[in-house]
């Protein structure tokens, strides 16, 4: 006898199998789910750090870039009156504004090397910085002129009247021995009369600011100087 069935034979391996793939698939589902936020801070914190990086660099290059836009403007300047005046000698970098109060000196990026002297004028486009004091190969000393020990022959510019210029070691100058009578205005310009056999004629020095004192034949005045002594970059040495 022989029994024939039209039903399949029962295969229970493959629905097992089938079961499993779709809990895996729900399983992946639920992972991707459950991750995804997780994955997508971690690359948006990536990326901000990425551009925090980027923003760093290109700050860093726009203020490198301004650095050299500005150096560039004072550079012209002193190419301007460089070729005005034909006795400088160097132009040279500051590169130490010193740690004492007195003297009040600076240094320079320009020695004998250079040919750079003793008592040689040293100035910026805008007016007198000071004179050398000392000189080494490769570097030389300024003492300034806001510095008591500084003196030179000055003139004001609109009078022409003379007298001597002095610093008075706040970063300030004081004007001595200038005739009571002159009549003086605040803002009135001095500049070097080129009479003490150091400094050159006509090179601005400061302006006038107040009354300090008079006596029987002078009257001293408080001067503001031309430059700004610590804001001192690039300076020229004159002959």
Same mark, same amino acid.
């Given at each position: 006898?022989?029994?024939?069935?039209?039903?399949?034979?029962?295969?229970?391996?493959?629905?097992?199998?089938?079961?499993?793939?779709?809990?895996?698939?729900?399983?992946?589902?639920?992972?991707?789910?459950? &991750?995804?936020?997780?994955?997508?801070?971690?690359?948006?914190?990536?990326?901000?750090?990425?551009?925090?990086?980027?923003?760093?660099?290109?700050?860093?290059?726009?203020?490198?870039?301004?650095?050299?836009?500005?150096?560039?403007?004072?550079?012209?300047?002193?190419?301007?009156?460089?070729?005005?005046?034909?006795?400088?000698?160097?132009?040279?970098?500051?590169?130490?504004?010193?740690?004492?109060?007195?003297?009040?000196?600076?240094?320079?990026?320009?020695?004998?090397?250079?040919?750079?002297?003793?008592?040689?004028?040293?100035? &910026?486009?805008?007016?007198?910085?000071?004179?050398?004091?000392?000189?080494?190969?490769?570097?030389?000393?300024v003492l300034l002129l806001t510095d008591p020990g500084f003196s030179a022959s000055v003139r004001i510019q609109?009078?022409? &009247?003379?007298?001597?210029? &002095?610093?008075?070691?706040?970063?300030?100058?004081?004007?001595?021995?200038?005739?009571?009578?002159?009549?003086?205005?605040?803002?009135?310009?001095?500049?070097?009369?080129?009479?003490?056999?150091?400094?050159?004629?006509?090179?601005?020095?400061?302006?006038?600011?107040?009354?300090?004192?008079?006596?029987?034949?002078?009257?001293?005045?408080?001067?503001?100087?031309?430059?700004?002594?610590?804001?001192?970059?690039?300076?020229?040495?004159?002959?």
């Open positions: 006898m022989v029994f024939q069935s039209t039903r399949q034979p029962f295969r229970p391996l493959p629905r097992i199998q089938n079961s499993l793939v779709q809990l895996m698939d729900l399983f992946d589902d639920a992972y991707e789910r459950v &991750t995804y936020p997780v994955r997508l801070y971690t690359r948006i914190r990536d990326e901000n750090v990425q551009l925090r990086k980027e923003v760093a660099r290109l700050r860093l290059q726009v203020q490198r870039d301004k650095e050299i836009r500005l150096e560039n403007k004072r550079l012209k300047r002193l190419l301007h009156v460089k070729e005005r005046q034909h006795s400088i000698v160097a132009v040279a970098r500051v590169i130490s504004s010193g740690l004492r109060k007195w003297p009040a000196i600076i240094l320079i990026n320009k020695g004998k090397k250079d040919g750079i002297k003793k008592d040689m004028t040293v100035r &910026t486009a805008d007016g007198l910085v000071g004179k050398i004091v000392e000189v080494m190969p490769e570097y030389s000393r609109s009078t022409r &009247t003379e007298a001597i210029i &002095t610093g008075r070691g706040d970063g300030r100058c004081i004007l001595k021995y200038l005739p009571k009578e002159e009549p003086l205005e605040r803002g009135q310009l001095l500049v070097t009369s080129g009479l003490d056999g150091i400094f050159p004629k006509g090179i601005p020095v400061g302006y006038i600011d107040s009354i300090a004192g008079r006596d029987e034949l002078f009257v001293t005045v408080n001067v503001k100087p031309v430059i700004g002594i610590n804001r001192l970059e690039e300076v020229m040495i004159i002959r």
